[in-house]
């Protein structure tokens, strides 16, 4: 019982991936688990149906049990008896496939494989139910490599057999793969292969002529950019779908739209083509003479539609788009665009082409940075983040963007109060694109509320408001309401951001002070640690100059010690009192009151005098030696005269006194 309870749920799965286009099996998962498995509730959950047709199915699949969809769904309505010929009801266009098998052949779910081998891109689509050999098997025609060499790398659970079939891979819609031959070497030189991978990274000026509006395009390109990606973008410029456009110029080697520029051959730097929309077949025998010469002929990838135009039926007609001119308006945002702030600068430009100058200022950027500039400033700082959607295939934009989003009083409030972010999901490429971002930034809830609003229920105002720990929808205001009302609801956005913000306010108000208390006691202690250092240096200072005199003191004090210690063992002896020759007795007072008494010959040198003195500690440099009376000052004389000379016997009494 538990297997076939496991196989419902895994028929149900698929029934519900197949209806709603939702490839994330994570994800359909949880939207069937929040139904309890009700594959019409979960269905009716992510596309309402308004004609009550699928609601009247799940009530009868409730007479009848879980086990039992395929009964109720088979049982004829009442409305049965009509002819064959009345056209569906409604609930036979909801889905390709209804809630069970039994109800109607289910069509099988198709996957997208992009392979790269060496400088090659090979795109292969198979049906889920395929083998991994089979995909091997294009392949192998398509590089001419054999399957016995080839190994198909990128797979998400690691490497699978060719007999793996891809259902049970559990595989997105669109893949990515790559071939790594290792037994077979590259054909082409290195240096050829150098050359080519300069290509890659160079940048091509494509110079494209349109011929109808007599108008030319330098567009710069990557050298990796394939030629469907260049077409694509011209069919955002010039309105002419992929598959009507009729081309000229391209090189003969350039034979596969899925060519990077680098390998199609066009010339470098710069290459002149033309472009237009190519003739209907009535028109076909009289060609005009601007498209006469043409090169190749483009058509759509992954079109599996015939060209309405082939039958005589006006497309902007069959599918009621058309307008009384028959041109369409330009994109608000260009497809494919790798830089969101660029994607934004042309939203804006088109904008106001379109509605005029008068409309809000929209955030030029990524939707992160929007967030940043709204969320993580300072409290008084902060605002709300409007996050407008548009959709060029809702009856409603044209009509919100100039009667709402540009009056005076929604400009006013939005450019004082918001920060103001927008987006263009009418491309699927651009749509997919904001669901991931939303679901980056907001989570997944978001991204679920958005997918689930139909196209004639945009544009869009999303308010977001920014928490601690989370980012909230305040609201989100679709394409049909007033300006009375679209005020009204912004004022009720406000009023709750601004009692959060207040508390924010306050909040950080607290925090500021704690920190500027902190911050004033850290400085104060710094600057007590500061001048606990300058004080300690000066000290140190102080001790080390102290040291340093001392030092040079002592070395003065050796040096003056040594010079009286060689003055005195170079003296002559002191003569004895008897002797032959004439003696001179003198008696010399020193500044301390004490007496040195000593005798010479009187034909000794005042030198021998001065040595004397400058022994006992007063060198005549410091120092004069003067007599009693007459007052002389004996260190002004000549040192090589004598005592005699000098008048100084047989005795005499002096007295040393200090220069000044």
Same mark, same amino acid.
């Given at each position: &019982? ?15 991936? =197949?209806?709603? $286009? ?32 699928? @609601?009247?199915?799940?009530?009868? =699949? ?91 790398? $990128? ?45 890659? +990274? ?30 694509? +973008? ?10 009507? @456009? @009729? ?22 730097? %710069? ?11 009535? +028109? ?18 992954? /079109? ?37 702030? /660029? ?14 100058? %008068? ?31 548009? +959709? ?95 005020? &009204?609801?912004? &004022?009720? =956005? &406000? ?57 040079? @003191?002592?070395? =003065? ?104």
């Amino acid at each position: &019982m538990a297997s076939d309870g496991n196989m419902d749920r895994e028929i149900i799965l698929a029934d519900f991936q =197949a209806c709603t $286009g939702i490839d994330d099996i994570a994800e359909a998962i949880t939207l069937l688990e929040l139904n309890n498995w009700d594959l019409v509730a979960a269905i009716n959950g992510v596309i309402p149906q308004e004609n009550g047709i699928l @609601q009247s199915v799940a009530s009868q =699949a409730n007479i009848y049990g879980p086990h039992s969809h395929a009964e109720a769904a088979a049982a004829p309505p009442a409305s049965s008896s009509s002819s064959p010929s009345s056209p569906p009801s409604s609930s036979s266009a909801f889905c390709p496939a209804l809630p069970s098998r039994h109800i109607v052949e289910r069509q099988p779910r198709m996957l997208n494989f992009r392979v790269e081998y060496r400088q090659r891109t090979v795109e292969v689509v198979v049906e889920e139910g395929s083998a991994v050999g089979e995909i091997k098997q294009i392949l192998e025609t398509e590089l001419q490599v054999p399957v016995s060499k080839m190994q198909l790398k $990128g797979w998400k659970s690691g490497d699978v057999s060719d007999s793996m079939v891809l259902q049970s891979l559990h595989l997105p819609k669109n893949n990515s793969l790559y071939v790594l031959t290792p037994d077979i070497s590259p054909t082409a030189s290195t240096s050829q292969n150098s050359v080519l991978q300069e290509s890659l +990274n160079q940048n091509f000026l494509l110079i494209i002529s349109h011929r109808e509006a007599q108008r030319d395009y330098n567009l710069n390109f990557p050298g990796s950019r394939t030629i469907q990606e260049v077409k694509r +973008n011209i069919s955002d410029l010039t309105n002419i779908p992929v598959r009507h @456009q @009729q081309w000229e110029g391209w090189p003969a080697s350039a034979s596969d739209d899925s060519m990077t520029l680098a390998a199609s051959g066009i010339s470098y730097p %710069c290459h002149h083509l033309g472009v237009c929309r190519r003739s209907s077949p009535a +028109n076909t025998q009289q060609p005009t003479e601007e498209c006469a010469d043409v090169h190749m002929v483009s058509d759509s990838e992954g /079109d599996d539609f015939e060209d309405a135009s082939e039958f005589g039926v006006d497309e902007s007609v069959m599918f009621g788009m058309g307008s009384s001119t028959g041109c369409r308006k330009a994109p608000l945002m260009p497809e494919n665009t790798e830089n969101e702030g /660029d994607a934004l600068l042309h939203f804006t430009a088109e904008f106001s082409t379109r509605y005029g100058e %008068c409309h809000p200022v929209f955030f030029i950027g990524t939707l992160e940075a929007a967030s940043q500039e709204a969320f993580y400033g300072k409290a008084r700082d902060r605002k709300l983040l409007a996050i407008y959607l548009h +959709n060029d295939e809702s009856v409603l934009g044209n009509v919100f963007c100039s009667q709402m989003m540009c009056a005076d009083s929604i400009v006013s409030y939005l450019s004082q109060n918001f920060i103001t972010w927008a987006w263009d999901v009418t491309k699927e490429a651009n749509k997919a694109r904001l669901l991931t971002m939303c679901t980056r930034h907001f989570g997944s809830v978001v991204a679920q509320t958005i997918r689930t609003y139909k196209t004639d229920q945009f544009p869009l105002l999303l308010i977001v408001m920014g928490k601690r720990t989370s980012n909230e929808v305040l609201n989100v205001i679709q394409g049909n309401t007033t300006v009375d009302e679209l005020m &009204m609801r912004l &004022m009720g =956005a &406000m009023e709750i951001f601004t009692a959060q913000q207040q508390e924010d306010i306050k909040d950080e108000d607290e925090r500021e002070a704690r920190e500027m208390v902190k911050r004033e006691q850290d400085e104060a202690y710094q600057l007590s640690l500061e001048a606990d250092r300058k004080k300690r240096e000066a000290q140190e200072r102080e001790q080390a100059e102290q040291l340093r005199l001392q030092q040079i @003191q002592k070395e =003065a004090d050796d040096e003056k010690e040594a010079i009286r210690l060689s003055l005195e063992h170079a003296l002559p002896p002191e003569p004895a009192e008897e002797g032959g020759e004439p003696i001179s007795k003198l008696r010399i007072r020193t500044p301390s009151g004490e007496f040195l008494v000593r005798r010479f010959l009187g034909s000794t040198k005042l030198q021998v005098l001065f040595d004397f003195v400058a022994s006992k500690g007063y060198p005549w440099d410091d120092f004069k030696l003067l007599t009693t009376f007459p007052r002389r000052n004996i260190t002004q004389l000549d040192p090589a005269s004598s005592l005699l000379e000098a008048k100084l016997f047989p005795q005499e009494t002096l007295f040393l006194e200090a220069k000044e």
